[in-house]
Nanobody, 123 residues
């Protein structure tokens, strides 16, 4: 099993920044990819960004490109999402996820999920 705990959410004004972190524990050796997703009430959980746990290659949703940066620290077993130039439409619960498969944006290919952290961007 892999356990994921997110932190760093909160309230920020439009144009501001937030940094989300995800602490990873358990069978980290089984992880190939780490990802961030987000969800608003009544909508599907959507992909934001992913990073290969060992190689570091990244993948971003169009909505995140040029504003968000995903990174990982294997020594500390953490994954972070730096979010800049935030917009009200970025308001959502953000989830950290781990996959045993290759770098992917597909939700069902992620095997483990955190509980989520709320991000609210005011206009």
């Amino acid at each position: 099993q892999v356990q994921l705990v997110e932190s760093g959410g909160g309230l920020v004004q439009a144009g501001g920044s937030l940094r989300l972190s995800c602490a990873v524990s358990g069978r980290t050796w089984s992880i190939y990819t780490m990802g961030w997703f987000r969800q608003v009430p009544g909508k599907e959980r959507e992909f934001v960004a992913a990073i290969s746990w060992h190689g570091g290659s990244t993948l971003y949703a169009d909505s995140a490109k040029d504003r968000f940066t995903i990174s990982r620290d294997n020594a500390k077993n953490t994954v972070s999402l730096q979010m800049n130039s935030l917009k009200p439409e970025d308001t959502a619960v953000y989830y950290c996820a781990a996959s045993r498969g290759a770098r992917t944006s597909v939700k069902v290919e992620y095997n483990y999920w955190g509980q989520g952290t709320q991000v609210t961007v005011s206009s």
